[in-house]
């Protein structure tokens, strides 16, 4: 089975400030990564995918940028954040019968303050 | 335009006492619909996947049904570890993007008292 990791787990951090989250996937390869957000009273919205290392689509034009350095390596970035930038990030992969089922990590909550 | 909606938006029950969450979707094509559990400040943790109407899966007190306009979560005689947030999101069947795309509800926060 895989397992998914972030980190920071929370952090708070000023308007203007710049942000990076990590996520880390073991047990498979060249897998399916997503960054999606949730905020409060929304539900969770697909920010950015990757099907490969240096493969990213974005899903809205927002504040914040993905990459990924590494086959299991997936990093949300941010110049500079926004008060609407808070939320509740999480990362997913997809496996079971192909590569349907999104799984996700625990999440990194964010306040811009 | 593809949407879920979830009713109710909070459902407390008793111990033991039976009921249902709904999931009405519109979507162009359904490639799936999934069920997740969502504890307070952790990640959705994955139920089911539901791919055409008539289907059923059940996982314990929880069975899962498909339509095809809506989706329903049956819980029987709930304990109090049940409580949580449990959401629905449809994977839109139209070509191209990503299969991650799924298209989430706000959730049905259950609550199960002894």
């Known amino acids: 089975s895989q397992t998914i990791h972030q980190w920071p787990a929370t952090l708070v951090q000023p308007v203007g400030s710049p942000l990076s989250l990590e996520c880390t996937v073991e047990?498979?390869?060249?897998?399916?990564l997503y960054w999606y957000r949730q905020a409060a009273g929304r539900g969770l919205q697909l920010l950015f995918y990757?099907?490969?290392?240096?493969?990213i689509s974005s899903e809205v034009p927002q504040n914040l940028s993905a990459s990924r350095p590494q086959d299991r390596q997936f990093i949300l970035s941010s110049k500079k954040l926004l008060l609407s930038d808070s939320g509740f990030y999480l990362c997913?992969?997809?496996?079971?019968?192909?590569?349907?089922?999104?799984?996700f990590g625990e999440g990194s909550w964010l306040t811009v303050v | 335009e593809d949407q879920v909606t979830q009713s109710p938006e909070a459902l407390r029950l008793q111990e033991g006492e039976s009921s249902s969450l709904n999931c009405s979707y519109t979507?162009?094509?359904?490639?799936?619909l999934f069920w997740y559990r969502q504890d307070p400040g952790k990640g959705p943790e994955f139920l089911f996947t539901?791919?055409?109407a008539g289907e059923e899966k059940e996982k314990e007190r929880l069975k899962a049904t498909l339509t095809k306009k809506e989706s329903f979560l049956h819980i029987t005689a709930p304990k109090p570890e049940d409580s949580a947030t449990y959401l629905c999101?449809?994977?839109?069947?139209?070509?191209?993007?990503?299969?991650?795309?799924?298209?989430f509800g706000k959730g049905t926060k259950l609550s199960v008292k002894p």
């Open positions: 999101a449809v994977q839109p069947g139209k070509g191209g993007g990503s299969q991650g795309n799924l298209i």
């Open positions: 990757s099907v490969g290392i240096g493969q």
């Open positions: 539901l791919y055409s």
């Open positions: 997913a992969c997809a496996r079971g019968p192909g590569g349907n089922t999104i799984y």
């Open positions: 979507v162009s094509g359904l490639r799936g």
């Open positions: 047990g498979t390869s060249n897998p399916n």
